[in-house]
């Protein structure tokens, strides 16, 4: 079984696939310009669902290291569960980041299209792999840091953009798309688990 749609499996890395619809209209000033204010119950949420854990909040994350290590098996309520709360906390961000002003789903897909390849009960993964994952990611986290700086100035300018234009600009759209999709790879690698696959290293999907 796959959580991957038919035509993302031909992606470049199909095992975490995050494209969010572009805003092609006029956006909500007021929400846009009250959005820390107005994100503060859901934030509550996300923090709730990960009891403040860092740096994955609410994801399976230990257990699924300890059960591949020691029995080759991946829960697939685990799964499920990651799966989920990766779309969630998606949704939350691309809401942060101005890139919908619609309230997040709980449940609705709304903008934001993110899939993960189910790597099934008894995966074909490394077993002593999961150990040093978080690791091996460490250069993968130097670039993020870099360009996560430039995502929030993205996204400052971007709102901006929409109080006088209504609009968010495209290529800072993409960009900080292209950023949470590299994040989105890089936590389905080090800590979600699902792949022995390195994440590149690039914004494009």
């Not at 619609?102 to 189910?118: F, G, K, W």
């Not at 968010?168 to 759209?173: K, M």
Request: charged share 15%.
């Amino acid at each position: 079984m796959s959580a991957v749609p038919a035509d993302a499996l031909s992606a470049p890395y199909p095992a975490a696939t995050l494209a969010i619809d572009y805003p092609d209209r006029q956006l909500d000033r007021l929400s846009t310009a009250l959005r820390l204010l107005w994100a503060i119950p859901v934030i509550v949420l996300v923090a709730t669902l990960g009891n403040g854990s860092v740096p994955i909040a609410g994801y399976v994350a230990l257990p699924t290291l300890l059960m591949l290590v020691f029995r080759g098996r991946y829960p697939g309520w685990w799964f499920a569960w990651n799966l989920a709360m990766s779309r969630f906390a998606m949704r939350v961000c691309a809401y942060l980041c101005l890139m919908d002003d619609r309230y997040p789903s709980t449940e609705d897909e709304q903008s934001v299209h993110l899939a993960l390849i189910d790597p099934g009960r008894e995966p074909d993964l490394s077993r002593g792999l999961p150990l040093v994952k978080w690791l091996l990611a460490v250069p993968h986290y130097l670039a993020l840091f870099v360009l996560s700086i430039g995502a929030v100035f993205a996204v400052l300018a971007a709102w901006v953009a929409i109080l006088i234009t209504g609009r968010y600009p495209r290529p800072l759209f993409a960009y900080v798309e292209g950023v949470l999709r590299w994040q989105l790879r890089v936590s389905a690698y080090a800590f979600l688990l699902i792949t022995d696959d390195y994440p590149p290293f690039r914004l494009a999907p």
